[in-house]
């Protein structure tokens, strides 16, 4: 296959590149390992694909320098790369062992962190990574800031003293613990830093996670956007067009297409 720069809008190219080496590589496994040996055959599936997508992606990062591309032209390359090798790869699985409800779900999930991060791997701004802070630092800062400011105040020491306990009762009340703040990923944007916690859904726990993302983001207090992967997203992803029919047709059938929402 060859690269070129508008690798970014050639998504049929792409996937039939894919599809033609899973081919050869379902050949390999089958030879490698039994019928009944569906599990064995589906790791070694998803570690061949793998490995073909980083090998058109080390070659991508070759071209791009040694064209000039631009770093957006990089990104949306690679962004096409990952996601057709995301369909076959969940193509090939299901068509040596089917996906059931949860995996296929779980799967989806996995995915879906990995692709949002490429947009950070490679950025089309100046980005830098940074070390999120500890929760125990943030409120010992805090702490002190409230204590130096009631001490300041004109009141009587029972007053001060008062006041400071309502403000540790405060304290208790939102939250028994520390707050892990660490979240997905971390960076600095023109002198802001910025957080990003990758969810391709709510379950169960929906309004703790809501809860605590909120929390976290009114913690860190700035939040912007960088690249615009959502209308990538839009524009270039289709995985009802673009799994096969068989599987697009078994996902719809078993209520699993609601989890190709991204």
């Not at 694909?49 to 992606?57: D, F, G, S």
């Not at 071209?63 to 390359?77: F, P, V, Y």
């Not at 990952?82 to 989806?108: D, K, Q």
């Amino acid at each position: 296959m060859e690269i070129y720069r508008n690798i970014r809008t050639s998504k049929e190219e792409v996937l039939s590149y894919f599809r033609d080496r899973s081919t050869e590589f379902l050949s390999e496994v089958d030879n490698e390992f039994g019928n009944n040996q569906y599990k064995e055959k589906a790791k070694k599936l998803n570690t061949l694909l793998v490995r073909a997508k980083t090998t058109l992606v080390e070659i991508v990062e070759q071209k791009s320098k040694k064209e000039g591309w631009t770093n957006q032209e990089l990104l949306e390359g690679i962004l096409m790369i990952t996601y057709c090798n995301y369909v076959v790869m969940l193509e090939v699985r299901h068509s040596v062992w089917p996906y059931e409800y949860m995996a296929f779900s779980r799967r989806i999930g996995e995915l879906w962190e990995p692709f949002c991060k490429l947009a950070f791997e490679y950025p089309v701004n100046d980005l830098e990574l940074f070390v999120p802070p500890l929760f125990s630092d943030v409120k010992k800062k805090l702490v002190t800031e409230i204590k130096d400011y009631i001490n300041k105040l004109n009141l009587t020491k029972e007053e001060k003293d008062q006041l400071l306990k309502y403000y540790n009762k405060v304290w208790r009340l939102v939250t028994s613990g520390e707050i892990q703040l660490e979240l997905d990923l971390h960076f600095i944007y023109e002198g802001k830093k910025y957080v990003v916690d990758f969810k391709s859904g709510f379950g169960s726990n929906e309004k703790g996670n809501t809860n605590r993302l909120l929390l976290v983001a009114s913690i860190y207090h700035n939040l912007e956007e960088g690249y615009d992967i959502k209308t990538w997203i839009r524009d270039n992803i289709s995985w009802k067009n673009d799994l096969n029919p068989g599987f697009s047709a078994f996902l719809e059938d078993n209520h699993l297409s609601q989890y190709l929402t991204w």
